[in-house]
């Protein structure tokens, strides 16, 4: 049995859950104790009623619940902006829930529910998880070779022990879809590990198979889909954890644009590295700008603000084929619900 802390645990609740003072969006949940936080998510724990009591009233222990909250924050070359991208939140939060709820077939998720137990001002950008005892790893797929994947290729001729052929372009799509695991560091980059490391820091071999298995079957399920509307996920990286019966779950968010690389499939082409889906507006104007990608990152104008959303609610109706408002709708976070419901 792996024995690595439980996050909020003695280690991962140290500190007060801190009102977050550079995030207006989710400050009213600073009551709820605060368990991870992300350059743009946080992770609350749920106490109390309703919030893991066992529905067959049996009396045995309830399954520890989390609320994940994803808000309008966004990052460029690895900083936050001081400037929110309206309904990112929401979209990558749907997005993370069209997927989870297509690929139960592969793996089991941590996803509990989208409306109940999610507070009235969270609604539609917050779920309710499981909390899962989480691996020490990341799991990565990629598709095609680009980002840190292209650059180790270009080092060293392979990507996490992996050796390529040589005369792989960049962005190049690649035989079939490789694991590339990495570690997950506190602060700074993730590092690149090959699959026996992944092996020796889970604790279980088979274990890290199956995570492989899976990542693999839910990337190539994705970018299937992705690929038949005008999209191509290029890579994407998954968190696995272990439910309480020790079966392989996986959580976080899943093949969203913060958590993969989605290109346009009009105008791929290797060679170079391609735009970016979502974030290439901001990209090209904070370049322009000349800002020299160090903190702190620039206010981000207005016309920007509003063609970046434009491409988020784009990736979210592409993929999923409906409108973003029926997302809206669903989780009761559309305008006229958000009135119905304070009245
Ligand atoms: C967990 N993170 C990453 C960091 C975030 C998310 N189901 C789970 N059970 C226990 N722990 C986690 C999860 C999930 N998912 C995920 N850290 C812990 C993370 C920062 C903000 F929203």
């Known amino acids: 049995m792996p024995s ?8 991962g609740r140290r500190g007060p859950p801190t009102p977050l003072v550079a995030s207006p969006y989710v400050t009213a949940l600073a009551d709820l104790p605060l368990i991870a936080r992300g350059k743009v998510r946080e992770m609350y724990e749920l106490t109390g009623e309703g919030s893991g009591g066992a529905p067959d009233g049996t009396g045995s222990s309830p399954e520890p619940r989390l ?3 994803a808000s309008d924050r966004i990052s460029t070359y690895d900083v936050v902006h001081p400037t929110p991208i309206p ?9 993370s829930v069209f997927w989870f709820e297509r690929t139960g077939h592969i793996v089991s998720n941590h996803l509990l529910s989208a409306t109940v137990g999610v507070p009235e001002h969270a609604l539609g950008r917050a779920l309710v998880v499981r909390r899962l005892r989480m691996l020490p790893v990341e799991c990565v797929v990629r598709g095609y070779i680009s980002g840190s994947g292209w650059r180790d290729y270009r080092a060293s001729g392979a990507v996490s022990g992996i050796p390529l052929p040589i005369g792989v372009r960049e962005s190049e799509q690649l035989p079939e879809p490789l694991f590339t695991p990495s570690t997950k560091a506190d602060v700074g980059h993730d590092e690149a590990i090959d699959f026996e490391r992944a092996v020796q820091l889970v604790g279980d071999r088979q274990l890290m198979e199956r995570a492989r298995e899976a990542s693999i079957e839910l990337y190539s399920f994705a970018a299937a889909h992705a690929r038949e509307r005008g999209v191509i996920l290029a890579d994407t990286k998954f968190e696995f954890g272990l439910d309480h019966d020790g079966r392989l779950v996986v959580g976080d968010e ?16 290797p060679g170079h590295g391609q735009p970016s889906f979502d974030k290439q507006y901001v990209r090209d104007w904070a370049t322009a700008s000349g800002w020299n990608k160090r903190p702190p990152a620039p206010a981000i104008p207005a016309d920007v603000v509003a063609g970046t959303r434009a491409r988020y609610v784009e990736a979210y109706e592409r993929i ?9 709708e669903r989780t ?6 958000q009135e119905r419901g304070a009245a």
């Open 87 to 95: 309904d990112k939140g929401r979209v990558l939060t749907g997005l």
């Open 4 to 11: 690595w802390p439980l996050p909020g645990g003695p280690e």
């Open 254 to 269: 899943v093949l969203t644009p913060d958590s993969s690389r989605y290109w346009p499939a009009d105008g791929f082409e």
């Open 332 to 337: 009761g976070s559309a305008p006229e619900e």
């Open 67 to 69: 609320l994940m909250v």
């Open 320 to 328: 999923t084929g409906e409108p973003f408002e029926a997302w809206l």
